[in-house]
């Protein structure tokens, strides 16, 4: 086999390649997952502002893991880079959602180049293990270097075209407008009511339950959008409208809007469920119902806010968080250091991650559920009375003080040391929900 591009046809350039670049390639595409890390971390740290979320940071990395892999193929082929079939599925769609998002095309070619920067210094190392001598050494990172360059300039010219397209078509469609006047709801500007609801296509006046639903990982082929709306659908049939308004944050997530003539029962909210089957790997969070323009934007970031303690604990797919049953933790943590710090304080030694103390912090936060109670810590617990006591002293030894002292901060810490890292697996999270609503009863009354 030989190379067909131009620019390896010499007798040494097609030695190089045949000993040299395309074992190189194909270690290039086993690790691309690894290399395309690489590059996300050295991108992030250069423009934050465009990879300032998970989603974000993940929907780039799966667009130049998939680039990596197709210029390995164009490598290990021999092919001219100007000849190669479409840029990779995720890439063309990072350029597409950039364009509906209205990230600056050269904010986006920067992203492509720092890309480029990083994975192309791990491509010279590779190339470096793979030549025998000097020689081929040099030509190889030579010849490499130009078929990157070739690759990546081509690459780039079809990423333009696509976001020039893509921007066009979305400026003119009626998705802009809806996009523009949600933009408009959620900043809290003003708007009329008449106007909104034409623009939308949306009654704006009824009740709203605001529902984000995301994807963690980006897989190539996958119908992201498909698997998100029949989850948010799924949401909406159960509350009782199954159109509900949608809006796409990303290409890993969606939010949306369900709404109904009249308020909302508690009950049906805390029983949403969604086909794990239709929409794997989906989960989605709720915020509570609100009325009108005020209800729809006060939903919606109820719901983020739910959508940030999920992920901060780490719940599993096919979860449905609402932000009722986490409205405590989330104001607890808006600044997440600062959490950390107080749980830190308020726990000392009780806090540490061995299992001995794992099993005291445990012990310490079913006492408090049974409001100090010996007798029914020890049946919920299956142990004897004396070593519930036993532990107690325990952990009122590490703690330096008496446990009915200062007992809603230790009822604080001991809810939020799971969220903030402290003692992350260590205690269910039904005994998480309990704790936090006695936590909510004893809070003073403003």
């Not at 994807?215 to 049939?237: C, F, K, P, W, Y």
């Not at 009108?292 to 096919?318: C, F, K, N, Y």
Request: hydrophobic share 45%; with cysteine.
């Amino acid at each position: 086999m030989e190379p067909s591009w131009d620019g390896a046809q010499r007798d040494d350039e097609r030695r190089v390649w045949a000993a040299v670049l395309r074992p190189a390639g194909a270690e290039l595409a086993d690790r691309a997952a690894e290399i395309a890390a690489l590059a996300n971390e050295h991108t992030s740290a250069r423009l934050p502002e465009l990879l300032a979320s998970p989603e974000a940071i993940e929907v780039n990395r799966s667009s130049t893991e998939a680039s990596i892999r197709d210029f390995a193929a164009v490598l290990i082929d021999g092919a001219d880079p100007a000849d190669a079939a479409d840029l990779p599925a995720p890439t063309l769609a990072y350029a597409r959602d950039g364009a509906q998002h209205g990230v600056e095309l050269t904010t986006l070619m920067r992203s492509y180049r720092l890309a480029h920067a990083a994975i192309a210094r791990c491509f010279v190392e590779i190339l470096d293990a793979h030549a025998d001598n000097a020689d081929d050494r040099k030509l190889a990172a030579e010849l490499g270097s130009a078929w990157m360059f070739a690759y990546v300039d081509a690459a780039l010219c079809q990423a333009e075209q696509v976001y020039t397209a893509e921007r066009d078509r979305w400026v003119r469609s009626a998705a802009a407008s809806q996009v523009d006047t949600i933009r408009t709801i959620l900043a809290g500007q003003p708007i009329d009511t008449e106007v909104a609801t034409r623009r939308l296509r949306h009654e704006v006046r009824r009740w709203h339950v605001a529902v984000i639903a995301w994807l963690d990982t980006h897989e190539e082929g996958r119908n992201t959008q498909a698997i998100l709306e029949s989850a948010v659908r799924d949401i909406g049939s159960a509350i009782g409208n199954q159109n509900p308004l949608l809006y796409p944050l990303g290409i890993l997530s969606v939010a949306a809007w369900v709404s109904t003539h009249s308020e909302i029962p508690s009950k049906v909210l805390d029983q949403l469920r969604f086909r794990t089957t239709a929409a794997p790997g989906v989960r989605v969070a709720i915020g509570e119902p609100g009325r009108g323009l005020t209800g729809l934007r006060s939903s919606h970031v109820e719901a983020l806010e739910a959508q940030r303690i999920a992920r901060l604990a780490q719940w599993p797919v096919g979860t449905v968080t609402r932000y009722q049953t986490v409205s405590l933790r989330a104001i607890a943590t808006v600044d997440v250091e600062q959490t950390r710090t107080f749980v830190r304080r308020e726990l000392g030694r009780l806090g540490e991650t061995d299992e001995t103390t794992r099993r005291l912090a445990a012990t310490v936060r079913t006492y408090l559920d049974e409001n100090c109670s010996r007798g029914r810590t020890a049946k919920r617990l299956h142990v004897h009375e004396n070593t519930v006591a036993y532990r107690i002293r325990q952990a009122e030894e590490m703690l330096g003080r008496p446990i009915d002292k200062r007992t809603l901060e230790l009822r604080a810490a001991l809810v939020l040391a799971d969220l903030v890292g402290e003692q992350a697996g260590a205690l269910a999270i039904a005994s998480i929900d309990r704790a936090e609503t006695r936590l909510g009863s004893a809070l003073p009354m403003s």
